[in-house]
């Protein structure tokens, strides 16, 4: 199963969960302030790069 990163905006943390590709879309709560406001991470070039995310670059 593919390794999503997300960002939670409310406190500022990124984490990464397990999904099936049907469930990358759904919402998502962060597991630390429970909040929803959480942004889903670029998951591209994961696979043969990267295997933790320790720098997060912020695609603007
Ligand atoms: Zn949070």
Redesign the pocket.
């Known amino acids: 199963m593919p390794l999503y990163p997300f960002y ?1 905006k ?2 500022d ?1 990124t984490f990464e969960v397990f999904l099936r590709p049907s469930e990358a879309n759904q919402e998502m709560t ?1 597991p ?2 429970q ?1 929803d406001d959480v942004e889903r991470l670029s998951d591209k070039e994961q696979d043969d790069l990267t295997p933790g995310v320790c720098g997060v670059k912020e695609d603007t």
């Open positions: 939670c409310k406190c943390k962060c630390y302030c909040g």
